[in-house]
Structure formats: C-alpha cells, structure tokens
C-alpha cells in the first residue's frame, strides 16, 4: 500500500490478531480509494498511462486483499487488472464502489454510492452521493440534474461505451440461461446470446459480482446494455408473469422429442454424503434422481435406457474419474449430447480450463452453494434442451 507502514505492535513481539490487521486494513482502503478516484478523469480522456497507473492499484489490492483477508476484494481488483482498456473506466467504478463498502463496513440498507452515475449526468465528483438503494439513486440524480430517466441511461452509457437497451425483443434462448430469481433480484434482463457471449440489460453497468455471476452461469461472456430501473423491472414482471417458473414440476417433467427426461440428473460420486447432499438439493428443485458410486457405474445406469437430463459427477473418483467420464461419454453417439457438470475441490483455473476443452458443459467447486448449484443446472439443462 502506498505509504503505509502497518500497524503499530503495543510491546515487542505481541502479534496483532487478524481482527487488527484488518481494522488497519479497512482504513489504508482509503487511501486507494482517493487514489483510483484520481483516475477518473485520465480514464475518460484516455490519457497516457492513466490505464497501466490503474492496473497498478489492481494489482497491489488484488494481493493485499487476500493477505489482510478480503478474498473477495482480490477476485474483484484481479477482474479490473485483466479489463481491456475499453472497459476499465467501467470496472474500476465497481471496484471504487466495493472498496467502500469495505473500508466503511457498509453492508446494509441506505449505503449505496454510485458515483459513476452522479458524474454521467454531470454532477461534481466528490465522492458524497449516498442512496438507499439503485432505484432512488436513479430517481435523485434525475431529477437534481434536470434530466429524464432514458436521457440519464443514455449518459450512463455514453459514459462507459456501451449501448442503451431495447427491451422490446428479448430472445427465448437468452431468458432461459439466466435464473428467474437473478433477473428479479438484480433487475437484470437477458436480451440474446449467441455461443461466446450474452447481452444482458442493467441499470448498475459496473457491478463486477455481476457480471462474474452471470459468466459462471451461462458460460458466456456478459454485455452489458443500459436501462433505467423503473423501466428494467417493469419490463421483467410483465417477461416473468407470461413464463412458467423454473421451479415447477410441471415444467420439469416435460419430456423433449428425443424423449429424454427434462428433470433426471444422473449424480457421480465415490462418497455417499456428497451423493446424499446432492439428492437433498436436486430434490428439493423438484428434480428426479439416479446415483453412481463412480464413472464405470454411471455409464452402467445410462446403458440400462433410463434418459437422464444431465451428469452430475465428482472429478476424482476411482476405476473411473469425471474427466474419463465425460471422454466415454463423447466418444458414444446416444450419450454424446448429454450435459455433463463437474464437481471439483480444485482450485487450478488450467485444469478448469481443460474440462472445459474436453467436453465438460461446467463445473462448480466444492463445498456446494445451495442456490448458486440449483441455478446452474437449470441453466445447463436449459442450454441442452434449446
């Protein structure tokens, strides 16, 4: 951190517990704080350096923040030291914005800072504005600048080079890669994919938990295109009120005209409390459940006729491993086609990669996220089935 010494030991040798060193932590945030909102300008201008200075802080964040214990601090600062020149000013907005809270240890209702949206409209950049939440930033700096809504998200994407949203023409295959639940809850609304990316319409164009989310569940790169909320969520309550939930068994139980069960998942696994945790979890999304104690009893279930919707296997397993699984499995023509999501402990983003490469259509990392897990095989069921 620049110009930070640590924090001062009271007698020699007494170790500061990791309480202290983050409490000093959360106050040398702010530091880094003034100096990426420093940037700003130079960003927009597209100023010499200003974009290797940025990447700078990044850098030093995305290590101290897992050393002072801010895991989350590291994955986000990592995003804005990988961001593209043409999406850094947009990036490091979510960062300022996630270093705040932070150091400020705002977590709740009434702590919202979006500065980037007060500067967009053409207010002073001092860093005060504070809202309770997205719709009542939008709403007040709206009206304190004079402006419409839709004039306002044209200025937020001017701002960060990106598109107004037309929300008119939602395609059916983007709406059923993103959760029902994530579209309400974020105010997110998928618009059209194609097998690379998917463009998605926001009012917080720099939420970096977004976009990250929206990567791991639909295996796309996000596109992010601007709308004012009031509009946004509008738009998704009449979207959702015309879709059958996700979560209804009438839904699932439709079947495809290959005749493949739309709601049996196949579980792989050696251990049986990870077959059993992941039982509870599919069932209670109304799932229908086959088990395998490994990969050689996996292809015995799905030699014996009965269609499965997805394979939900362990990687490392004996006889036969997840990753040999899959290899069987694309190497037979009546399987080929089946989704196939590995469970992992690893943490080895290149063996995550040759999954991936080798036929696997996701992964998700141990331990099991209830939520997180039941979204991700909706939507790889989903992606299969379309």
């Given at each position: 951190m620049r110009s930070a010494q640590g924090p001062e030991r009271e007698g020699r040798g007494v170790a500061l517990d990791r309480e202290d060193l983050k409490s000093w932590y959360r106050g040398a945030m702010q530091g880094r704080l003034v100096e990426l909102r420093g940037f700003r300008a130079a960003l927009r201008s597209t100023?010499?350096?200003?974009?290797?200075?940025?990447?700078?802080?990044?850098?030093?964040?995305?290590?101290?923040?897992?050393?002072?214990?801010?895991?989350?601090?590291?994955?986000?600062?990592?995003?804005?030291?990988?961001?593209?020149?043409?999406?850094?000013?947009?990036?490091?907005?979510?960062?300022?914005?996630?270093?705040h809270r932070l150091a400020t240890q705002d977590e709740g209702a009434g702590t919202l800072v979006v500065e980037w949206l007060v500067i967009?409209?053409?207010?002073?950049?001092?860093?005060?504005?504070?809202?309770?939440?997205?719709?009542?930033?939008?709403?007040?700096?709206?009206?304190?600048?004079?402006?419409?809504?839709?004039?306002?998200?044209?200025?937020?994407?001017?701002?960060?080079?990106?598109?107004?949203?037309d929300l008119t023409k939602p395609s059916k295959a983007a709406l059923r890669?993103?959760?029902?639940?994530?579209?309400?809850?974020?105010?997110?609304?998928?618009?059209?994919?194609?097998?690379e990316t998917i463009t998605?319409?926001?009012?917080?164009?720099?939420?970096?938990?977004?976009?990250?989310?929206?990567?791991?569940?639909?295996?796309?790169t996000p596109r992010f295109v601007v709308a004012p909320p009031h509009v946004l969520r509008q738009?998704?309550?009449?979207?959702l009120d015309g879709v059958a939930p996700a979560s209804t068994g009438s839904s699932r139980a439709e079947r495809r005209d290959d005749g493949a069960a739309s709601n049996r998942v196949l579980v792989v696994d050696d251990e049986p409390a990870a077959r059993m945790f992941a039982r509870a979890l599919l069932e209670k999304g109304e799932y229908e459940v086959e088990e395998a104690g490994d990969g050689e009893e996996a292809l015995e279930v799905l030699g014996a006729g009965k269609p499965v919707a997805l394979v939900l296997a362990d990687l490392n397993m004996p006889r036969l491993d997840g990753l040999e699984l899959i290899w069987e499995m694309r190497a037979t023509d009546r399987w080929?086609?089946?989704?196939?999501?590995?469970?992992?402990?690893?943490?080895?983003?290149?063996?995550?990669?040759?999954?991936?490469?080798?036929?696997?259509?996701?992964?998700?990392?141990?331990?099991?996220?209830?939520?997180?897990?039941?979204?991700r095989v909706t939507a790889t069921i989903r992606r299969a089935e379309h």
């Open positions: 100023e010499s350096g200003a974009h290797d200075a940025t990447r700078s802080v990044a850098q030093a964040l995305r290590g101290s923040g897992a050393t002072f214990g801010y895991p989350e601090l590291s994955v986000a600062a990592g995003h804005v030291e990988s961001a593209p020149d043409s999406e850094l000013l947009r990036r490091m907005e979510g960062l300022i914005e996630h270093l967009a409209a053409g207010g002073a950049e001092d860093g005060s504005d504070r809202f309770a939440d997205l719709d009542s930033a939008w709403r007040s700096v709206s009206d304190a600048q004079g402006l419409s809504q839709d004039r306002l998200a044209q200025e937020v994407a001017d701002l960060f080079g990106l598109r107004t949203a890669l993103v959760p029902q639940a994530l579209m309400q809850s974020a105010g997110v609304l998928p618009l059209s994919e194609d097998s998605v319409a926001t009012s917080d164009p720099t939420s970096i938990d977004l976009e990250m989310e929206l990567a791991r569940l639909t295996g796309r738009t998704i309550a009449v979207i080929s086609r089946i989704p196939v999501i590995v469970v992992t402990g690893e943490t080895d983003e290149i063996l995550e990669t040759k999954l991936i490469e080798e036929g696997a259509d996701d992964y998700i990392r141990k331990p099991l996220d209830p939520r997180l897990f039941l979204a």
